[in-house]
Nanobody, 124 residues
Framework: QVQLVESGGGLVQAGDSLRLSCAAS????????MGWFRQAPGNERKFVAA????????YYADSVKGRFTISRDNAENTVYLQMNSLKPEDTAVYCC?????????????????WGQGTQVTVSS
């Protein structure tokens, strides 16, 4: 069982940067792939980024590739999403996710564990 709590959301202007954090509880954090999804009003939840348990592999949605970077600190049970060059279309609730099945699985199929989400709003 993994519990996830996100932080770091807020209101920024286009072009700004923001870093999201996700603190995970549970002794098996280091064995889980972690990731981020986002959901804008009226839209379905979409994959943003994922990272393998070791941090050795990362996966990104095309829409954020080159602007967002996912990383993790297994000693601190935390995963991060560094978001640069933010655009108004990045506005959404960002949710942290975890799965024991790997980052590729998460990108394709989703996750078993979810956080409550943190709001990111990018003004033009």
């Amino acid at each position: 069982q993994v519990q996830l709590v996100e932080s770091g959301g807020g209101l920024v202007q286009a072009g700004d940067s923001l870093r999201l954090s996700c603190a995970a509880s549970g002794r098996t954090f280091s064995s889980y792939a972690m990731g981020w999804f986002r959901q804008a009003p009226g839209n379905e939840r979409k994959f943003v980024a994922a990272i393998a348990w070791s941090g050795g592999s990362t996966y990104y949605a095309d829409s954020v590739k080159g602007r967002f970077t996912i990383s993790r600190d297994n000693a601190e049970n935390t995963v991060y999403l560094q978001m640069n060059s933010l655009k108004p279309e990045d506005t959404a609730v960002y949710c942290c996710a975890a799965t024991p099945k790997g980052g590729f699985y998460m990108k394709a199929w989703g996750a078993e564990y979810w956080g409550q989400g943190t709001q990111v709003t990018v003004s033009s």
